[in-house]
């Protein structure tokens, strides 16, 4: 009875450190930075959920490139892990399915975090920043004073939709219209927009008049960061 017991207690012990999981990975690999840069898978559990950096390996997998995987996992707790190592160990139990990644190459609008417009001159500063849930503006240069309202799930698509126009890869191209801000003559501007991956971040240009391919974004941006203390 009593060696029962032990073997229950073991089984349930040994169930408690491990699990079988599905788990979803991405068609194409992502910059990511760990104990050092690097290129990270990207998952989710759920399909409905955004893709998150995935820094562990998975034993057993094989994983290539140009391919979106549906994979089941066990997932097993480590005791005592190394410095700077993973307290999970990740084993492939099968593939469920492994589909041609029909996608162009991802579209860094897709995974937008935030947009940061910035403008100054010696007597003047102003920072506006946008992500999904919020609208921040401060002309603070410390940047410890800092205004802001919740940003609606409309204006946050009004934003999305003025990005879908704009490459955002080339906005280090972008010309200045006009080079006052080069004599004092405007505020020095830019703009960055930040994605779960990377910082694109456009030439400076005169505040007032940015180049014509992110005018409509700035202007909204803009906007709104004026409506803030106006509800």
Not at 35 to 42: E, G, I, S, T, W
Not at 151 to 162: A, F, H, R
Not at 200 to 211: A, I, R
Request: aromatic letters at 10%; hydrophobic letters at 35%; a negative charge.
């Amino acid at each position: 009875m009593n060696n029962f017991v032990v073997l229950v207690s073991f089984l349930f012990l040994f169930s408690s450190c491990k699990e079988t999981k599905t788990i979803y990975i991405a068609g194409s690999l992502a910059d990511c930075v760990g104990v050092a840069p690097q290129k990270c898978m990207l998952y989710k559990e759920n399909p409905t959920e955004d893709w998150l950096f995935f820094y562990d390996t998975i034993e057993g997998f094989e994983y290539e490139e140009g391919y979106v995987y549906e994979i089941e996992v066990t997932v097993t707790k480590i005791e005592n892990p190394p410095a700077d190592g993973s307290s999970l160990k990740y084993t492939l139990v099968k593939i469920v399915s492994k589909e041609k990644d029909t996608t162009v190459t991802p579209n860094p609008q897709d995974k937008i975090m935030h947009i940061e417009y910035e403008s100054l001159s010696r007597a003047s500063f102003l920072q506006i920043k946008i992500s999904k849930n919020l609208i921040e503006k401060t002309a603070d240069r410390n940047l410890k004073d800092f205004n802001s309202k919740n940003c609606s799930k409309e204006d946050w698509k009004t934003i999305l939709s003025l990005l879908k126009s704009i490459d955002v890869e080339k906005i280090d191209a972008l010309k200045s219209p006009t080079e006052k801000r080069l004599f004092d003559g405007a505020p020095h501007a830019q703009l960055k927009i930040t994605s779960t991956t990377k910082t694109y971040t456009s030439n400076g240009f005169d505040h007032g008049n940015p180049p014509q391919e992110i005018e409509p974004l700035i202007t909204t941006m803009l906007a709104l960061a004026e409506s803030i203390g106006k509800q």
